[in-house]
């Protein structure tokens, strides 16, 4: 299973549908999709205090692949357009492969949310944190929505994520191993030790399940 030697290296690539960005070792064997909405702050406290770091850490290892899909429902509930300017913003990144990498740093930076606080000016001084982001051709798809039609996408899909008629799943919502994580165990994905213990299971038994190569 290859590792990498920094998050810096993970490799990044795009859902044939259009609407999830894959972080990782596309054959690792834990597969963890989460919906998440920039401006959610419960999203902040998984990305930075919970479950978050463990996860970055075993995508990094490639134990883990994370799918991303990014929703931008908080703009109609609470006003303005943060979110959807915040994906975005990350679609722009993702073309230069630092979807991740800017993806940390919005979490880190996460305006309030009742705060339309991801502006355009916003999004692009964050951006600088980010070594090699910046550059006319991120500059210029951050400044005209050039990814309009990928945050419309990416919200329809977290849509249909949801059980209920016309509703999302809620965000931070995660599906690991192709098991949603439920209600009982939501409080785990914000316990870094608990977290770990849920990883540590899905790989062991995709371990079993995963055939071995035949000896030459």
Known sequence: ????????????????????????????????????????????????????????????????????????????????????????????????????????????????????????????????KVDGLRGPAFDSAVKTMKYRNFVDTAQVAYVRAGRKGGKGPGTPTLDIGGIRVPDESYNSLFDKTAFTQILTRVYAVMARETPKPARA
């Open 1 to 128: 299973m290859p590792s990498y030697a920094a998050f810096t290296d993970v490799p990044e690539s795009l859902s044939l549908d259009g609407t999830t960005v894959t972080v990782g070792n596309p054959a690792a064997l834990v597969l963890v999709h989460l919906y998440e909405d920039p401006r959610c702050p419960t999203c902040k406290a998984f990305e930075t205090i919970g479950g978050g770091p463990v996860l970055r850490d075993w995508v990094v290892q490639g134990k883990a692949r994370a799918d991303y899909t990014m929703a931008s429902f908080l703009d109609g509930r609470l006003g303005g357009h943060g979110s959807e300017k915040a994906v975005n913003a990350l679609r722009a990144a993702f073309e230069q492969k630092k979807f991740a990498e800017y993806h940390e740093v919005l979490y880190q930076n996460q305006p309030e949310e009742t705060v339309d606080g991801f502006t355009t000016a916003r999004l692009l001084e964050l951006a600088g």
